[in-house]
């Protein structure tokens, strides 16, 4: 089933990095929720900040919610 929201946070891997995903780009691997931010950031969204990403219903987060970071 694909997802309707456009911003996809993957399950930690091994050494607890999440592949961030918007629409069907790879933006990296995200280590933290700044992370995430920055990726956010960088695709047009620069006012976003840590919160804006714990908060936000545009993120699927997959394998755990935004407090997840360990595999």
């Known amino acids: 089933m694909a997802s309707d929201r456009p911003v996809v946070v993957y ?8 592949r961030v995903r918007v629409e069907e780009k790879i933006l990296g691997l995200a ?21 804006d990403v714990v908060r936000s219903a545009l993120i699927e987060w997959r394998g755990g919610g935004p407090e997840v970071w360990t595999h």
Do not use: N
Not at 31 to 51: H, K, N, T
């Open 11 to 18: 399950p930690p891997d091994e050494d607890g990095g999440r």
């Open 31 to 51: 280590y933290s929720i700044r992370d995430v931010a920055a990726f956010l950031q960088e695709a047009g969204l620069q006012d976003w900040d840590e919160m």
